[in-house]
């Protein structure tokens, strides 16, 4: 027995403790669930979902920003692969998934 155990008696001192609802862990679960989702997977599935119709509706003759920053206008197109026309007579084969952004039509000219 301690010296404490008979100045608070155990019982007394466990009644004092704050009891937790059972409900509050799942509870927090899923408000941090749903937080991760809006904040996170959503906004990321809505940028590939909109990277895929832009790479879906490609044409011959846009003019494309590849992910290393070259830009150019395609030339030709394949189901895997395009060829952008970076310069005069200088083709580059690239992935269609490399291709980060369609740019307005004369562009290119103007810079």
Known sequence: ??????????AHAAAAAPQQSPWSLPI??????????FFLIRPQTKRAKEHREMV?????????????GLAGRIDE?????????????V???VQRGAIQT???KGTLKSA
């Open 1 to 10: 027995m301690n010296f404490l155990d008979l100045l608070i008696a155990p």
């Open 28 to 37: 927090m679960m899923i408000l941090f669930f749903v937080v991760f989702w």
């Open 56 to 68: 879906s509706k490609l044409a011959k003759g846009d003019e494309v920003i590849v992910g290393g």
């Open 77 to 89: 197109l394949g189901d895997a692969f395009v060829s952008v026309e970076v310069a005069e007579g």
């Open 91 to 93: 083709k580059v084969k």
């Open 102 to 104: 369609v740019l307005p």
